[in-house]
């Protein structure tokens, strides 16, 4: 310090280098740090030289921080200039105010002073001048209170709600507060709580109108559906115009159930729109009312209200949905009576569906302001138990179920299957009464001692009543609301409504049970109702029908011969009239089937009754086939019936050329005519095999169906079956096969509702194998015919050769008895099969009959004894009425008869003659034919060596033999 002290110039250097090398040093140590080092280095150094250069070091430092300072002061001399300024003006402001507070005090003091002396009288004015003042506002809360009942009817006229309540509560708190003992305002006072009570049924009947009317106003037309009531009915799902509008006004609310709690939201915070229509906003004007409830102190009635008229409001808008339904029809120009008009349910459920979603989202709505209010103490509120959206669906399925109890009358059909007997279907111990009947206290009644509804004059009056009724496009006899209003009904009562509605319900069921987040396996309430009525009342109901349906149609030894009309043939597209019975399963085919894409779920129910139907029916059909074909004891047996229901000869029969084009002609559907070499060619084979098993001996009576009717009833049932068959085929490839590995669960409703339940191979081919044994059936009456027409003409044909004479001088020229009484039995068969079979059906029966007479014919000459020239004109003439008679019948020309009629020419000539011919013109008929030819001759002339006789034949061998070679050999050469 010595050194320093001796140089204070030093000093001032060293501390100024230290101000400006601040920032940087400060990095590494402090300004104290700093120049303490500078003073320990010049203190501690003995050197003289060393200090000179920290002295030169240290004034070098000096001048560079002395330019900085004046450079600095240069460049910042306005600001400093402008600082001191304002600095100089606020310290004279400072002293003016001093002063001035100075001069106040002073002022006060005297003040006091001054006031001490008055103190009584001052104090007197004071309690003056709040006596006024609680006069003028005691003045003014009368005031207020004398204008309340005409603010409040302007706020409840714009519907202002809210306003109008908390100036209400205001003016009663006033009325009973401050001004409870002003006698003048009694009257006022009366009126105002009159007004309060008033204010709250107000309130209570606008909560309900928009939760029940205002909610679903906009919903006025079904939803628009994809495909048919029988179809799919995939349904638009996006929301309805109401529902939009609560979505958009509830957008920002979390609904929830009672025991959740909404957070610390003040119910204070509700806001009055007061411009504009209040009403606009659905969900903000029951914002509204719910908090002019909660200052009424009226929330534990409001929700009491709530719950007990929810029904109510419900069934009321079942009926004004069903008055629109049908105000919506009669602007179409449809009346509830045309074909009991079951769209107009599925329109009225679709419409009622919709709506109850609207009123369950205003509720949810409520539920969340209700649960605020709960959860608030602001408003002291008495503990009230809230309702749930458990119970509002829980109502919606309550009243559903009613809708439902009427459409699908209930009560008649149950009674109904009670008196017909427990069915196949039906579970005794499922007691489905709990769930139609509404849930009512029982009271006791008073009956009357007698009453003159059963007489006959109240009956024929509620009949005609009735009748008029339903003229005017009413049902039934009308009921009546509790407000006298008629009830209306969209369709007649019915169990079958089930099937138009039933996929629509189901969708609503799984909406439910998602709403309501059912745990897995439960079930609601509408889906039991659903299931326990179809399982024990509809199912049997369809059964007892189909029975009913089949036991009318099948009824009686007529059923067999009863046919459809003409009208009813026009309707079908049906060519040929089929039995009633068969288009009476048919229809019960198709409403099962109907049944099975209606209600997808209950599928295999309907197919265990179409397949026992199928089995009734098919054993009614073989019943009567064996009533037709099979009369008498077992060895009393009709040929053509034993011989189609043998299988090798009807394998056989079915393996011929004819068999084969008749089934070519029905895959064409052609009617083209064919030569008749052709014919030939098809039908030599089956007359050779005819010929040989029925042409030795004669037919008895009783093995021919000599009665046109029965070949008719078998046509009938030939053209029945086979189109039937054709019908369970087509409805067999419309059933969805299940996949081996897929496996089968029992029906329900987890899957999509209008989705038909896969079905196993075991019945579909329980189905197949049931339409094979219907075309086998079929195939076998056509059999029968065929072969009937063919045993009929051997039956007629030969007793002619076997107990005929035809070896005298015959001078009548008549055909013989027997070919009279063969045409005329093949007239009648024609007659009856020409309306009961198709066209190629028909020349399957009677194509290729000539050969077959002229086969017969021919093969019966060796049945003869003997004949004369006259018995052989005789036999022409046979032949000639059987040509005849069969060229009307078929429309073509037989000429195989004409080949009999040569034969027969043939007989004629000697036997030399006939075997010079054979050289001659060749051969014309077979070696067995020559042979009967030439022993007829020889047993027709007597004294014929029988040497002679056998030489001729063995000439006739060789000559057929040589005939036979140079035929080969020419084949050969070809």
Same mark, same amino acid.
């Given at each position: 310090?010595?050194?320093?002290?001796?140089?204070?110039?030093?000093?001032?250097?060293?501390?100024?280098?230290?101000?400006?090398?601040?920032?940087?040093?400060?990095?590494?140590?402090?300004?104290?740090?700093?120049?303490?080092?500078?003073?320990?280095?010049?203190?501690?150094?003995?050197?003289?030289?060393?200090?000179?250069?920290?002295?030169?070091?240290?004034?070098?430092?000096?001048?560079?921080?002395?330019?900085?300072?004046?450079?600095?002061?240069?460049?910042?001399?306005?600001?400093?200039?402008?600082?001191?300024?304002?600095?100089?003006?606020?310290?004279?402001?400072?002293?003016?105010?001093?002063?001035?507070?100075?001069?106040?005090?002073?002022?006060?003091?005297?003040?006091?002073?001054?006031?001490?002396?008055?103190?009584?009288?001052?104090?007197?004015?004071?309690?003056?001048?709040?006596?006024?003042?609680?006069?003028?506002?005691?003045?003014?809360?009368?005031?207020?209170?004398?204008?309340?009942?005409?603010?409040?009817?302007?706020?409840?006229?714009?519907?202002?709600?809210?306003?109008?309540?908390?100036?209400?509560?205001?003016?009663?708190?006033?009325?009973?507060?401050?001004?409870?003992?002003?006698?003048?305002?009694?009257?006022?006072?009366?009126?105002?709580?009159?007004?309060?009570?008033?204010?709250?049924?107000?309130?209570?009947?606008?909560?309900?109108?928009?939760?029940?009317?205002?909610?679903?106003?906009?919903?006025?037309?079904?939803?628009?559906?994809?495909?048919?009531?029988?179809?799919?009915?995939?349904?638009?799902?996006?929301?309805?115009?109401?529902?939009?509008?609560?979505?958009?006004?509830?957008?920002?609310?979390?609904?929830?159930?009672?025991?959740?709690?909404?957070?610390?939201?003040?119910?204070?915070?509700?806001?009055?729109?007061?411009?504009?229509?209040?009403?606009?906003?659905?969900?903000?004007?029951?914002?509204?009312?719910?908090?002019?409830?909660?200052?009424?102190?009226?929330?534990?009635?409001?929700?009491?209200?709530?719950?007990?008229?929810?029904?109510?409001?419900?069934?009321?808008?079942?009926?004004?949905?069903?008055?629109?339904?049908?105000?919506?029809?009669?602007?179409?120009?449809?009346?509830?009576?045309?074909?009991?008009?079951?769209?107009?349910?599925?329109?009225?459920?679709?419409?009622?569906?919709?709506?109850?979603?609207?009123?369950?989202?205003?509720?949810?709505?409520?539920?969340?302001?209700?649960?605020?209010?709960?959860?608030?103490?602001?408003?002291?509120?008495?503990?009230?138990?809230?309702?749930?959206?458990?119970?509002?669906?829980?109502?919606?399925?309550?009243?559903?179920?009613?809708?439902?109890?009427?459409?699908?009358?209930?009560?008649?059909?149950?009674?109904?299957?009670?008196?017909?007997?427990?069915?196949?279907?039906?579970?005794?111990?499922?007691?489905?009464?709990?769930?139609?009947?509404?849930?009512?206290?029982?009271?006791?009644?008073?009956?009357?001692?007698?009453?003159?509804?059963? @007489?006959?004059? #109240?009956?024929?009056?509620?009949?005609?009543?009735?009748? %008029?009724?339903? $003229?005017?496009? =009413? !049902?039934?006899? /009308?009921?009546?609301?509790?407000?006298?209003?008629?009830?209306?009904?969209?369709?007649?009562?019915?169990?079958?409504?089930?099937?138009?509605?039933?996929?629509?319900?189901?969708?609503?069921?799984?909406?439910?049970?998602?709403?309501?987040?059912?745990?897995?396996?439960?079930?609601?309430?509408?889906?039991?109702?659903?299931?326990?009525?179809?399982?024990?009342?509809?199912?049997?109901?369809?059964?007892?029908?189909?029975?009913?349906?089949?036991?009318?149609? @099948?009824?009686? #030894?007529?059923?067999?011969?009863?046919?459809?009309?003409? %009208?009813?043939? $026009?309707?079908? =597209? !049906?060519?040929? /009239?089929?039995?009633?019975?068969?288009?009476?399963?048919?229809?019960?085919?198709?409403?099962?089937?109907?049944?099975?894409?209606?209600?997808?779920?209950?599928?295999?129910?309907?197919?265990?009754?179409?397949?026992?139907?199928?089995?009734?029916?098919?054993?009614?059909?073989?019943?009567?086939?064996?009533?037709?074909?099979?009369?008498?004891?077992?060895?009393?047996?009709?040929?053509?019936?034993?011989?189609?229901?043998?299988?090798?000869?009807?394998?056989?029969?079915?393996?011929?050329?004819?068999?084969?084009?008749?089934?070519?002609?029905?895959?064409? $559907?052609?009617?083209?005519?064919?030569? /008749?070499?052709?014919?030939?060619?098809?039908?030599?084979?089956?007359?050779?095999?005819?010929?040989?098993?029925?042409?030795?001996?004669?037919?008895?009576?009783?093995?021919?169906?000599?009665?046109?009717?029965?070949?008719?009833?078998?046509?009938?049932?030939?053209?029945?079956?086979?189109?039937?068959?054709?019908?369970?085929?087509?409805?067999?490839?419309?059933?969805?096969?299940?996949?081996?590995?897929?496996?089968?669960?029992?029906?329900?409703?987890?899957?999509?509702?209008?989705?038909?339940?896969?079905?196993?191979?075991?019945?579909?081919?329980?189905?197949?194998?049931?339409?094979?044994?219907?075309?086998?059936?079929?195939?076998?009456?056509?059999?029968?015919?065929?072969?009937?027409?063919?045993?009929?003409?051997?039956?007629?044909?030969?007793?002619?050769?076997?107990?005929?004479?035809?070896?005298?001088?015959?001078?009548?020229?008549?055909?013989?008895?027997?070919?009279?009484?063969?045409?005329?039995?093949?007239?009648?068969?024609?007659?009856?099969?020409?309306?009961?079979?198709?066209?190629?059906?028909?020349?399957?029966?009677?194509?290729?009959?000539?050969?077959?007479?002229?086969?017969?014919?021919?093969?019966?000459?060796?049945?003869?004894?003997?004949?004369?020239?006259?018995?052989?004109?005789?036999?022409?003439?046979?032949?000639?009425?059987?040509?005849?008679?069969?060229?009307?019948?078929?429309?073509?020309?037989?000429?195989?008869?004409?080949?009999?009629?040569?034969?027969?020419?043939?007989?004629?000539?000697?036997?030399?003659?006939?075997?010079?011919?054979?050289?001659?013109?060749?051969?014309?008929?077979?070696?067995?034919?020559?042979?009967?030819?030439?022993?007829?001759?020889?047993?027709?002339?007597?004294?014929?060596?029988?040497?002679?006789?056998?030489?001729?034949?063995?000439?006739?061998?060789?000559?057929?033999?040589?005939?036979?070679?140079?035929?080969?050999?020419?084949?050969?050469?070809?």
């Amino acid at each position: 310090m010595t050194y320093f002290s001796q140089h204070p110039r030093l000093l001032m250097l060293s501390t100024k280098m230290a101000a400006v090398q601040r920032p940087r040093a400060a990095k590494q140590q402090s300004e104290t740090g700093l120049l303490m080092s500078v003073i320990r280095t010049l203190s501690a150094s003995e050197d003289f030289e060393q200090r000179e250069v920290e002295k030169q070091r240290l004034e070098k430092a000096f001048k560079e921080c002395d330019s900085k300072l004046d450079k600095l002061v240069k460049e910042n001399y306005d600001d400093l200039t402008a600082t001191v300024n304002h600095f100089s003006t606020i310290s004279t402001s400072i002293h003016t105010c001093r002063d001035r507070m100075q001069a106040v005090r002073q002022n006060l003091k005297s003040c006091k002073s001054l006031l001490r002396c008055k103190r009584d009288e001052l104090r007197k004015l004071w309690i003056e001048g709040i006596e006024h003042k609680q006069i003028l506002s005691l003045l003014q809360q009368i005031e207020n209170v004398k204008q309340t009942p005409e603010k409040l009817d302007e706020y409840m006229a714009k519907k202002h709600y809210l306003h109008a309540t908390e100036l209400l509560v205001s003016a009663v708190a006033s009325l009973e507060g401050t001004l409870s003992g002003v006698e003048a305002l009694r009257d006022v006072r009366a009126e105002l709580q009159n007004k309060k009570e008033q204010m709250h049924e107000v309130l209570i009947e606008e909560l309900h109108r928009h939760l029940y009317i205002r909610s679903t106003a906009q919903v006025n037309k079904p939803l628009r559906r994809q495909g048919s009531i029988k179809g799919t009915a995939n349904r638009d799902v996006s929301p309805s115009p109401a529902r939009k509008l609560l979505q958009q006004g509830s957008r920002s609310l979390d609904y929830m159930s009672p025991g959740v709690a909404s957070g610390d939201d003040d119910p204070a915070q509700v806001q009055e729109n007061m411009e504009g229509d209040p009403e606009a906003d659905s969900v903000q004007f029951m914002s509204v009312l719910v908090e002019s409830l909660s200052i009424l102190q009226k929330i534990p009635e409001t929700v009491e209200a709530i719950k007990s008229r929810m029904e109510k409001e419900m069934t009321l808008i079942v009926h004004r949905t069903t008055s629109q339904v049908l105000d919506n029809a009669e602007q179409r120009g449809e009346t509830a009576t045309q074909q009991n008009q079951p769209r107009l349910l599925l329109e009225l459920f679709e419409l009622l569906f919709e709506k109850f979603r609207c009123v369950a989202q205003a509720h949810d709505a409520v539920l969340m302001f209700l649960q605020r209010i709960s959860n608030s103490a602001s408003h002291g509120q008495a503990e009230f138990e809230l309702y749930g959206r458990e119970d509002v669906w829980s109502r919606i399925q309550a009243v559903l179920q009613l809708v439902l109890n009427d459409y699908l009358d209930v009560k008649n059909t149950a009674s109904a299957s009670q008196n017909q007997g427990p069915s196949a279907y039906t579970d005794a111990a499922v007691d489905i009464s709990t769930y139609f009947t509404k849930k009512r206290h029982q009271k006791v009644k008073k009956y009357p001692l007698f009453k003159f509804e059963m @007489s006959s004059h #109240a009956i024929s009056m509620n009949n005609y009543l009735r009748e %008029q009724k339903r $003229k005017k496009g =009413g !049902l039934g006899e /009308p009921d009546l609301l509790e407000n006298g209003t008629e009830v209306q009904y969209v369709c007649e009562p019915g169990a079958k409504n089930i099937t138009v509605i039933f996929n629509t319900l189901q969708r609503f069921v799984k909406e439910i049970e998602v709403t309501l987040q059912y745990s897995s396996g439960a079930r609601c309430q509408l889906h039991d109702f659903l299931t326990e009525y179809i399982k024990t009342i509809f199912l049997g109901q369809v059964h007892m029908d189909v029975n009913k349906n089949i036991q009318q149609a @099948s009824r009686g #030894a007529e059923a067999l011969k009863l046919l459809t009309d003409a %009208q009813t043939m $026009k309707t079908m =597209g !049906l060519q040929r /009239p089929l039995l009633q019975s068969t288009i009476t399963v048919e229809r019960c085919l198709a409403e099962l089937r109907e049944l099975m894409y209606a209600l997808p779920a209950y599928s295999d129910h309907f197919l265990s009754m179409i397949c026992k139907m199928l089995q009734d029916y098919r054993d009614m059909c073989q019943s009567a086939y064996r009533g037709v074909v099979q009369r008498g004891s077992e060895e009393q047996r009709i040929i053509s019936a034993t011989w189609a229901k043998d299988e090798d000869i009807s394998r056989l029969l079915r393996s011929l050329p004819n068999w084969q084009n008749l089934e070519n002609r029905r895959a064409r $559907k052609d009617d083209e005519v064919e030569n /008749p070499e052709a014919v030939r060619a098809r039908n030599t084979k089956e007359s050779d095999l005819l010929t040989n098993n029925l042409g030795d001996s004669l037919i008895p009576k009783y093995e021919v169906l000599q009665d046109v009717n029965d070949l008719r009833v078998l046509a009938n049932l030939h053209e029945s079956l086979e189109w039937f068959a054709g019908r369970i085929r087509s409805f067999n490839s419309t059933l969805p096969l299940a996949s081996p590995g897929m496996g089968l669960s029992p029906a329900s409703s987890d899957s999509s509702p209008s989705d038909l339940q896969p079905v196993s191979p075991a019945t579909l081919a329980s189905l197949t194998s049931l339409a094979r044994e219907f075309q086998d059936l079929a195939e076998t009456c056509l059999l029968v015919l065929h072969l009937e027409v063919r045993v009929h003409c051997f039956f007629f044909l030969l007793p002619m050769a076997k107990q005929s004479n035809y070896s005298g001088n015959l001078e009548s020229t008549d055909p013989d008895p027997l070919v009279v009484k063969l045409n005329k039995d093949l007239s009648s068969i024609e007659e009856s099969l020409t309306t009961s079979l198709n066209t190629h059906k028909f020349r399957y029966i009677f194509e290729g009959l000539g050969h077959q007479m002229s086969s017969i014919l021919v093969n019966s000459t060796q049945y003869f004894n003997r004949i004369s020239h006259s018995g052989i004109k005789k036999m022409c003439r046979n032949i000639f009425a059987l040509q005849q008679n069969l060229t009307n019948i078929t429309m073509s020309r037989e000429v195989d008869l004409d080949h009999a009629r040569q034969y027969y020419e043939t007989l004629y000539m000697t036997v030399e003659e006939i075997l010079n011919s054979l050289v001659e013109q060749g051969v014309h008929f077979t070696e067995l034919e020559y042979v009967n030819a030439l022993n007829l001759l020889q047993r027709s002339t007597p004294g014929t060596d029988a040497k002679a006789h056998a030489a001729r034949l063995w000439r006739l061998k060789e000559i057929m033999a040589q005939k036979v070679g140079n035929q080969n050999a020419e084949m050969t050469e070809i």
